[in-house]
């Protein structure tokens, strides 16, 4: 199993684990830490050394309540810090859903576009399907980010998350793209109840049968909180790490992480074990 991206082939055969780089002032777990161009590449840098094996450059926050990133103001967060990312020589997502953003990063040299909404704005499809070798991650979100919490879905989240995920997918391969192009994520906390996202989890198999290697992304998130009473999102590692090998005990192959060495640590115990 393999991710084919712009500059690398990622194998999946093991589990993967990306670093999250948020340039941005309100992201709900570090936002503000990394913010200037400089502390986030000291940050990427350190994330490297700590084990992370692809990065995930941000430059807007999609937390709930949040509002959009003017254009300019998220280029201006992230070009920068992608030119300066492509020297540490590993495979650079970057998380957006604005197709100009999508164009921009592409043609600068980013490997992955990892987009909350699934390609769904824009022209968005046609810019990645227009790139011979970009990766993507679509992932699935009820509502937007602003009020995804406010309302978020009734039921059994399986069928909903499965059967979005199968048709942003094939909107993508009925465009030329690659099914090695592609990866999925169901979204954990982007518009679903604690109960739901726990189902997620238990059930991951059955997104599994869709064909598309997972992305799990529950790193500090607040079902997590939820469960342990843990109030701090950057408290919230123990619960993450595991919620991680849970993921990936359960067929995830990327990990989207805030604390990549204790990851990349209970990923090696896991490991271990088989």
Known sequence: MRWTTARFDIDLTE???MGIVNVTPDSFSDGGQHASARA????????????AHLLDIGGESTRP????VPLE???????????EALR????????????????????LGADIVNDIWALRQGDALGVVAAHPRAGVCLMHMHRDPSTMQVAPLEGDVLPVVRGFLRERAQALRERGVARERIVLDPGIGFGKT???????????AELLDEGYPLLAGWSRKSSLGAVTGVQSPAERVHASVAAAVLAV???????????VRATVEALKVWQASR
Do not use: C
């Open 15 to 17: 589990p993967r684990v």
């Open 40 to 51: 986030a590449i000291v940050h990427a840098e350190r994330l490297v050394a700590e084990g």
């Open 65 to 68: 309540g949040s509002q959009p």
């Open 73 to 83: 103001e998220e280029l201006a967060r992230v070009l920068p810090v992608l030119r």
């Open 88 to 107: 540490l020589n590993v495979p650079l997502s970057v998380d957006t859903n604005k197709p100009e953003v999508m164009r921009a990063v592409l043609d």
């Open 194 to 204: 604690v109960a739901q996202n726990f189902s997620l989890l238990a059930r991951q």
């Open 249 to 259: 005990d359960r067929g995830a192959r990327v990990l989207r992480v805030h604390d």
